[in-house]
């Protein structure tokens, strides 16, 4: 879906960085879990939970802008796309926060 939204010619700018947020959030909250913080198997389940669910809320948002042929109905789906990236983007770093796990970006 994230590859899908890049190549995407409806949408914006917005879009794209936080398309990039997002990925680097991930890689980053990955491979903070494989490092030393000492979670349990059911703190790295909740985590991967959490995470499809952000990631549950992007899908659908994507799969509402390219269900709409026109421009101008588009346009408010686009808006929820853009909240939702942003949001998924919020809740990586929650996530990674609550875990003791460090990001450097976003």
Partial sequence: ???????SEKVGVA???YVGDLISARAQLSMGMQ???GLSFDQRADIVEAVIELEDSCRLAWESVTS???FEYRVPKLET????????VKGIREIARRNGIGIDCC
């Fill in 15 to 17: 879009h794209i960085r």
């Fill in 68 to 70: 709409e042929p026109r």
């Fill in 81 to 88: 796309l853009e909240s939702a990236l942003a949001d998924a």
């Fill in 35 to 37: 490092g030393p913080v």
């Fill in 1 to 7: 879906m994230l590859a899908d939204i890049l190549l």
